[in-house]
């Protein structure tokens, strides 16, 4: 059972275009992480939230944390090749003395030039 | 800083054979979490190593061991090795417990199982 779903899970756009990736789950994560991979490479952070509801920007990159801590957003607007890789949303799940570490399906990013 | 390392980068071995992995964490950096990231399962979770002491592990059979030195360097060892353990193995470092810190990956070694 996969306890965190992305969509799409594959996406080829042109370059100038917006788009937005969903990282959904059933259940609350204490917190949340957006990571991107290129190929041969281990994934690199670009964010991390914490607060239901919370908004965090980084340059093209809007991300946000639904209220209930289920779900999370990454919009990125105008894309540029430099953005294509693989996105991946990843939680910690339970408490302090016991919690895994779930990473999302990912999302494959193509941006055409 | 030097970010995380992993040897070897690439790794071919036969069914039923054994292998260590190593993987040296970020200088200060107290914690080691260890994944596998196939195409079918994506990016899975095997376990985390703080202060030398198993924290956590993931879903995975008693195959998958590892642990962690005095200096933090981890390894990870799989026996008995199987078809399905080709994949591409993530070594992550942080200052703390990754429930409360900031997880720094390193490239992964590609083991290619035959």
């Known amino acids: 059972t996969q306890l965190l779903e992305q969509s799409p899970q594959f996406l080829s756009i042109q370059e100038g275009e917006n788009l937005t990736v969903y990282c959904n789950s059933s259940?609350?994560?204490?917190?949340l992480q957006w990571y991107r991979q290129e190929p041969g490479e281990g994934p690199v952070l670009l964010v991390t939230v914490v607060t239901g509801g919370e908004v965090k920007k980084l340059k093209r990159l809007t991300f946000q944390f639904g209220d209930a801590r289920k779900d999370s957003s990454l919009h990125i607007t105008a894309a540029q090749p430099g953005d294509t890789g693989l996105y991946l949303c990843a939680g910690v799940m339970g408490g302090s003395g016991t919690y895994k570490y779930i990473f999302g399906t990912g999302t494959r990013l193509k941006v055409l030039a | 800083k030097a970010g995380v390392t992993q040897t070897p980068r690439y790794l071919i071995k036969t069914r039923g054979q054994q292998v260590t992995l190593s993987c040296s964490p970020i200088s200060g950096h107290r914690s080691v979490s260890w994944y596998q990231q196939t195409p079918g399962q994506g990016l899975q979770f095997l376990f985390e190593?703080?202060?030398?002491?198993?924290?956590n592990k993931g879903n995975f059979p008693g195959r998958f061991s590892g642990r962690q030195f005095s200096n933090s360097r981890s390894e990870m060892n799989v026996s008995t090795l199987e078809l399905g353990d080709s994949a591409l193995y993530l070594c992550?470092?942080?200052?703390?417990?990754?429930?409360?810190?900031?997880?720094?990956f390193g490239p992964g070694t590609r083991l290619l199982v035959l």
């Open positions: 992550a470092s942080s200052l703390g417990p990754i429930s409360q810190e900031t997880q720094y």
């Open positions: 190593y703080f202060s030398e002491t198993q924290r």
């Open positions: 259940s609350v994560f204490s917190s």
